[in-house]
């Protein structure tokens, strides 16, 4: 057997040895991509529902506090505008929510008595928003703190 015939066979093993290698590289790659695309679609996502969220809840303390002498806190924290029906939760489904590029919806609005303290009431707002469809949905919520 010559020597030539001998370099040749190993030869053939590096080739394909390399090609698997490439080709395992290639595949890893294109999945980082993939799961790259999908964190960038989910950080956009979640902020879009924390900047709506928020838009609700400044939306809520603007109809509380019409002007800096008087508040509705109470009347609207134990009224029924929150509720799903109520002008105010309508109001921000239909002018804030819907406005937005992504699918999004209002998931829950309420606001909740935590008791009080120096005869001053204390209550959460709390608002929670979902963007997005399937793999890509995500949700966020923002509390607000108020004392009546």
Same mark, same amino acid.
């Given at each position: 057997?010559s020597?030539?015939?001998? %370099?040749y066979?190993?030869?053939?093993?590096?080739?394909?040895?390399?090609?698997?290698?490439?080709?395992?590289l290639?595949?890893?790659?294109?999945?980082?991509?993939?799961?790259?695309?999908?964190s960038?679609?989910?950080?956009?996502?979640?902020t %879009?529902a924390?900047?709506?969220?928020?838009?609700?809840?400044?939306?809520?303390?603007?109809?509380?506090?019409?002007t800096?002498?008087?508040?509705?806190v109470?009347?609207?924290?134990?009224?029924?505008?929150?509720?799903?029906?109520?002008d105010?939760?309508?109001?921000?489904?239909?002018?804030i929510?819907?406005?937005?590029?992504?699918?999004? %919806?209002?998931?829950?609005?309420?606001?909740?008595?935590?008791?009080?303290?120096?005869?001053?009431?204390?209550?959460?707002l709390?608002?929670?928003v979902?963007?997005?469809?399937?793999?890509?949905?995500?949700?966020?919520? %923002?509390?607000?703190?108020?004392?009546?």
């Amino acid at each position: 057997m010559s020597r030539k015939s001998k %370099q040749y066979g190993s030869m053939l093993l590096i080739v394909l040895f390399v090609i698997l290698v490439l080709g395992y590289l290639a595949t890893s790659l294109n999945l980082t991509s993939w799961s790259s695309r999908d964190s960038t679609n989910r950080g956009i996502l979640g902020t %879009q529902a924390w900047l709506l969220s928020h838009s609700a809840n400044e939306y809520v303390l603007t109809v509380m506090y019409p002007t800096p002498t008087t508040d509705n806190v109470d009347a609207i924290c134990t009224g029924t505008r929150l509720n799903l029906n109520g002008d105010i939760r309508t109001f921000i489904e239909d002018q804030i929510i819907e406005s937005a590029t992504a699918n999004c %919806q209002l998931m829950a609005l309420e606001c909740t008595d935590r008791g009080d303290l120096d005869s001053r009431t204390f209550y959460i707002l709390e608002s929670t928003v979902s963007c997005g469809t399937g793999i890509n949905e995500v949700q966020r919520s %923002q509390q607000v703190w108020l004392r009546d």
